[in-house]
């Protein structure tokens, strides 16, 4: 299994950025994606996560910012941040959980937001 995480980088507050997730080795159809964050000396914590049917989540500090979605036919899942704050500044990972509850982790992405 991998999952290769791209699209991080520099933004400015009050900028966007799109992440992006292309899984191999799954079968991507089933099972629940989603990003999660881990800032300096902080717990890694969930950001976002979508179901088989699109069914989404989403930690209370990225609502109505950030916007999830997944292509089944690409194997990919996205991340949308919009209105980033300087405190989105983390280290962003995909995530995959199968059907039996066994985790799968990319390797993190860099998101700094500064001016």
């Known amino acids: 299994v991998q999952l290769q995480a791209s699209g991080g980088g520099l933004a400015e507050p009050g900028g966007s950025l799109r992440l992006s997730c292309a899984a191999s080795?799954?079968?991507?159809?089933?099972?629940?994606m989603g990003w999660y964050r881990q800032a300096p000396g902080k717990q890694r914590e969930l950001v976002a996560s979508i179901t088989r049917g699109g069914s989404t989540n989403y930690a209370d500090s990225v609502k109505d910012r950030f916007i999830i979605s997944r292509d089944n036919a690409k194997n990919t899942v996205y991340l949308q941040m919009n209105s980033l704050k300087p405190e989105d500044t983390a280290v962003y990972y995909c995530?995959?959980?199968?059907?039996?509850?066994?985790?799968?982790w990319g390797k993190g992405t860099q998101v700094t937001v500064s001016s």
């Open positions: 995530h995959y959980r199968n059907d039996y509850g066994v985790d799968y």
């Open positions: 080795g799954i079968i991507f159809s089933i099972g629940i």
